[in-house]
């Protein structure tokens, strides 16, 4: 399973059995947001919709969680 790491803002591939608490958030998609595919290309933070994802990042750790 991969999720983001709130912290890091990373996608990490996480082992199925040892899946730690992660937050879901509802959005939709808009034209400048980050893809997966953006995320592994490194070419995610001149996109606008990066802001979006450090709002969301900020707010799953407020509820406590390290990953969406």
């Known amino acids: 399973?991969?999720?983001?790491?709130?912290?890091?803002?990373?996608?990490?591939?996480l082992i199925e059995g040892n899946i730690p608490a992660y937050s879901i958030l509802s959005?939709?998609?808009?034209?400048?947001?980050?893809?997966?595919q953006?995320?592994?290309r490194q070419a995610h933070s001149?996109?606008?919709g990066y802001q979006k994802l450090l709002a969301i990042c900020a707010q799953s750790l407020r509820?406590?969680?390290?990953?969406?």
């Open 27 to 36: 959005h939709t998609w808009e034209k400048e947001d980050v893809s997966f």
């Open 46 to 48: 001149p996109k606008a």
């Open 63 to 68: 509820g406590g969680f390290d990953y969406i």
């Open 1 to 13: 399973m991969r999720l983001l790491n709130t912290r890091t803002i990373e996608v990490e591939e």
């Open 38 to 40: 953006d995320m592994e």
